[in-house]
């Protein structure tokens, strides 16, 4: 089966830094990629998706950078700011299913 | 925007009883999904549901769980005899293109 895992459980940065969160997976026939960020006590919410057929996406001030070769993407989160605390999971899915399997989570902690 | 709603969003049971989890899906997607989370853990996978019927389940997902459309809105999961064990955020979620996830119910068993 699919096996998403995360390079880091916590991450702290300081306000107005760039934050890297990094996430590994291990079919090689995932299609389909998903970050989602969730704050205590709510549901993961989607924050920016990838396809196989693309290296790098970018929306605002969030990046997402796939590397098929060695099945690694990360999410870039510019400028980080307090609101942006919370745990971010990577998803992944492969071209045979609608279902994203989902990774361990990475905790971010912004500071002031 | 277009939500995932849950009821109840806490829900307090004793061990043995049959609990109902609700959930309205968004309107147009075909794809629906019951995950839980246990405290403090990943988000696990427990049962898709596509055409009125069940796509795919993972193991967690056994005879104890059952879900249902049972109308053209609502998608339940019920779980017939609740074990300590189940206590868990359980998030309903619906897919388009990507699966936008309701904000979940806590259960606890007890």
């Known amino acids: 089966g699919e096996s998403v895992g995360l390079h880091l459980p916590t991450l702290s940065v300081q306000e107005g830094d760039n934050s890297i969160i990094n996430c590994a997976y291990s079919?090689?026939?995932?299609?389909?990629f998903i970050w989602y960020k969730q704050e205590s006590g709510k549901g993961p919410q989607f924050i920016i998706d990838?396809?196989?057929?693309?290296d790098k996406r970018q929306g605002q001030r969030v990046t997402v950078l796939l590397n098929k070769t060695v099945k690694h993407l990360s999410l870039q989160i510019a400028a980080t700011q307090p609101g942006d605390s919370a745990v971010y999971f990577c998803?992944?899915?492969?071209?045979?299913?609608?279902?994203?399997?989902f990774g361990r989570g990475t905790s971010l902690i912004v500071h002031p | 925007e277009p939500e995932v709603t849950q009821t109840p969003s806490h829900q307090v049971t004793q061990m043995g009883q049959e609990v109902i989890l609700r959930c309205v899906p968004i309107?147009?997607?075909?794809?629906f999904y019951w995950y839980r989370q246990i405290l403090g853990q990943k988000v696990e996978f427990l049962v898709s549901?596509?055409?009125?019927?069940?796509?795919?389940k993972s193991e967690i997902f056994d005879d104890q769980f059952s879900v249902e459309r049972p109308d053209g809105s609502n998608f339940t999961l019920k779980i017939r005899s609740t074990k300590l064990e189940d206590s868990a955020m359980y998030f309903c979620?619906?897919?388009?293109?990507?699966?936008?996830f309701g904000q979940g119910t806590r259960l606890t068993v007890v």
């Open positions: 549901f596509y055409n009125n019927e069940i796509s795919e």
């Open positions: 079919n090689s026939a995932s299609d389909y």
């Open positions: 309107s147009n997607h075909l794809y």
């Open positions: 990838i396809r196989s057929n693309m």
């Open positions: 998803a992944v899915r492969d071209g045979g299913s609608y279902i994203p399997t």
């Open positions: 979620a619906s897919s388009g293109e990507w699966a936008f």
